[in-house]
Every structure is written in C-alpha cells, then in structure tokens.
C-alpha cells in the first residue's frame, strides 16, 4: 500500500547509494577479516587473497548461524516480568515489548541481560562437556559468508511482507517507491509476528552477544597458542563485554532511538545486526591473535582509565536522558535547564546534554579509542573500528539535527545556539 503525505528525503545517495552499499559493506568485512590474519595487516591496500566459494560456503556454518539464532528467539520468547510499551505510532497505538524485571528492580533492566547470562552459562557447560570453542575463528569466514545470505534472505522477506502493511505501519524513509532503496533501508517500521518484534530482537541480541561470543572464542584461542591469553587480550574483551552487558542491561532505553523509532528494518539494519556487529566489531581480538603486543601494567592502567572515562561520560549522558524522559519532575533531573517546544516536549540545555549535543556520543568514541589501544601503534587496522565509528556517529549526528529542526523549529535553533558544540567541545 503506498504512503499518503510527502515522502522523506533519499539518504545515502539514493538507489545508487543504496546498492553500492550493499556490496561495499559485505566486502569490507570479509576484507577485514582476511587482513587481520594476514602478517603484514594493513588495513589499506589489496586483500593477501580472494577466497574462493569452498572457503566461504559451508553448512555447517549455516546450521550454526540459524541455531544461534534459533536460540536467541526462544530466550527471548522466555516469559518477562514487564512490558514496556514504544514510542506513540502514526495510528496513535503503541507497540509492546518484553523488558525482565528478574535482575532488578529498576525500570532499564533487560530481557536482553538475561539472554547474555543464559548464554553465557550454555556455552561454559559446552566447554565443560567439550565443545571447542577455540575452533569458532578458524570459521569465522564461514560464518560471515552464511551470516550474510541470511541477511540478504531475510531482508526480501521483510520486503515482501512491507508489502501487505498498512501505510501507518511504514517508515518514514522506506517507502520511496523504488525496490533497491526500499530493500536497503526498509519499508515496514517495527515489523513483527504476535510477540517476535524483528527489529527489537536483532537490534540487541544475537549481533551483540554474538560478538561476546567470537571475542571468547578468541581469547580462548589465544590461550592455547600461547599458554595465556595476554593481558590486552584481556582488556579488550573486558571493555567490549562491560560495552554489551550495559546495553542489554539498559535494554530499554533503545525504544527511543532512531532505529527503533525512525529507520525501517531492511537490509541496513538486518546486516548490520546479524554479521557486520559480530564480525566486524571482533576486529581487534581478531587482531591480537594473529599480532600478540607486549603491554606493561603502566600502559594497561591509562588505557582502562580512558575507557572508564568514555562510559562514565556515555553512562551518565544516557542515563540522564532516560530519567528525565521518563520522569521530568525526578529529583536527578528536575533541577536541570530546559527548553520549552511547540510539541509539549522540553529540550535539556544542562547536565551532560549542555555540554555538548551529543554527549553520548563522546562517550562512545572515547571508548571506541580505549578498545584500539591495546593493539598497539605498529598498525592502523585495529583502529577501522574509530575511525568507522567517528563516521557512522557524525552521520547520525547531522541525520539527529534534520529531524530535530523539523521536529521542533524554532525551539532547536534556540537549543542550538545554547549548546553549539556537536559531540566534541570546543572542537565539533
């Protein structure tokens, strides 16, 4: 059914965009997965080889990826202790989603936590029982490869099944009319089956945990190289899992933002998800297996100080903005500046969100940095993840500005004038 009303601006540069992107993501990640084995591990300039389809495919791989996955949906169908409802719709309803109040009693914790200690648990009693968890890097290739036909797979489904939705049930930016740019971005809004909400259950689970997972398996691979899996090995799989269990635990808090509320759940969101996350974000455990860095306890402390100072920033950002959503009148937050909109809605103007705009933001690169640095300063690979991260964020922060001013007018320009820095201060 098309949509009624105007449609969205194209972004990413159209269909043209769209399917180039589709190809370059892909292939980026395969190509960083083949460099970060290779000896000389430069993050530019040719791949050391090109794989061919018996190195790619494999079966075994497809049945793990969809038994993970299969495992994911039925922890995440486990009963919850509360639902939480999203943001308002078009057709004013709300949609529900399953939020387990079992590990505590405040209103962030996440069904999603449960999923990660679940997992947790099955894959240590696998150890117990003799699953090799060290072979899992030795098919990273493999998974990848079957990670992506499930993408791709999925994503025309989701496409087909957009096309019997409601016009109140489309994104605002999936519904150009044209199938390349339809398909990459994603038609449908939140697109579920009875409870299953697709998009909410990729957007946390599988990808991230899977993540914790590849990292595990490599720090357990490194253990059986080398004796011991090193102490950057460590710090790496220490701050991306403290980066994982935070959003999980905080499960809730990502009902409000843009993937759930604006973007549509096509290819962009279903491979990033289900293969770029898990593959891609693994780059620098991968890294050290292959390029062991000699790091001493002086180095190690500065780096776990600038990775506590990038969450305690992300942590109190993020936090500070879900309690005054939630509550304005909180006694954390209802002293706090704000701005008055046309919409009802007040815009904060001090704590973190004076600082900056983005002050979450800051947090997140701040991290991102402190998860490089273990990996030394011989390459710049281990640093892709920085370098993609400080654009994906600049990109979503101009997408966050285009929306807001069209969204509250006069209110941001003011808001804008009071915070002018972006996401670093005094610098952007």
């Known amino acids: 059914m098309a949509p009624h009303g105007p449609r969205a601006p194209l972004e990413f540069g159209g269909p043209l965009g769209a399917a180039a992107l589709m190809l370059l993501l892909p292939a980026t990640m395969f190509y960083l997965l083949l460099v970060a084995r290779s000896g000389p591990a430069r993050l530019l300039g040719p791949p050391p080889y090109l794989p061919g389809l018996q190195a790619l495919w494999s079966p075994r791989a497809l049945l793990l990826c969809l038994a993970w996955l299969g495992l994911q949906a039925a922890l ?5 202790r509360k639902v939480a409802e999203g943001q308002e719709l078009k057709d004013k309803s709300r949609l529900q989603y399953p939020i387990n109040g079992a590990w505590r009693t405040g209103p962030c914790a996440g069904v999603g936590f449960q999923a990660l200690v679940l997992t947790a648990l099955l894959a240590g009693l696998g150890v117990l029982a ?5 072979a899992l ?11 992506t036909l499930i993408a791709f797979v999925f994503s025309l489904l ?19 009319g044209n199938p390349i740019y339809d398909f990459f971005m994603g038609r449908e809004l ?12 990729c957007e946390l689970r599988p990808g991230l945990i899977g993540w914790v997972l590849i990292n595990l398996a490599l720090l357990v ?4 190289l080398r004796g011991s899996p090193s102490l950057a090995m460590w710090l790496v799989n220490g701050f991306q899992l403290l980066y994982v269990g935070d959003a999980l635990w905080h499960e809730e808090a990502v009902l409000t933002t843009m993937d759930i509320t604006h973007d549509g759940f096509g290819f ?22 292959h390029h062991p860095q000699a790091l001493g306890l002086p180095m190690a402390s500065t780096i776990c100080l600038i990775n506590a100072i990038g969450y305690y920033i992300f942590r109190g950002a993020n936090s500070q903005k879900n309690t005054f959503r939630k509550n304005p009148s909180d006694p954390r937050v209802a002293d706090l500046e704000t701005i008055s909109t046309a919409t009802g809605r007040q815009l904060l103007v001090s704590g973190w969100w004076g600082m900056v705009r983005h002050p979450n933001y800051l947090g997140d690169l701040i991290m991102a940095l402190a998860w490089s640095l273990p990996c030394g300063a011989s390459h710049l690979l281990p640093y892709f993840y920085l370098l993609y991260f400080t654009s994906l964020l600049v990109h979503r922060e101009a997408r966050d500005e285009r929306q807001c001013l069209q969204k509250y007018g006069l209110a941001w320009h003011e808001y804008c004038r009071r915070v002018p820095y972006r996401i670093v201060p005094y610098i952007y």
């Open 158 to 176: 989701l496409y087909l099944k957009s096309q019997v939705a409601p016009a109140s049930a489309l994104a605002p930016g999936g519904s150009s």
């Open 190 to 201: 939140n697109p579920r089956i009875c409870f299953l909400d697709f998009k909410y259950f």
């Open 221 to 224: 691979q490194e253990a059986e």
């Open 76 to 80: 995440y169908l486990l009963p919850a």
């Open 268 to 289: 962009m969101l279903v491979f990033g998800d289900l293969a770029w996350v898990p593959f891609t974000y693994s780059l620098q455990a991968q890294f050290l297996v």
């Open 137 to 147: 890097p030795e098919m990273l290739l493999p998974l990848a490869f079957a990670a």
């Open 130 to 134: 003799g699953l090799p968890l060290a």
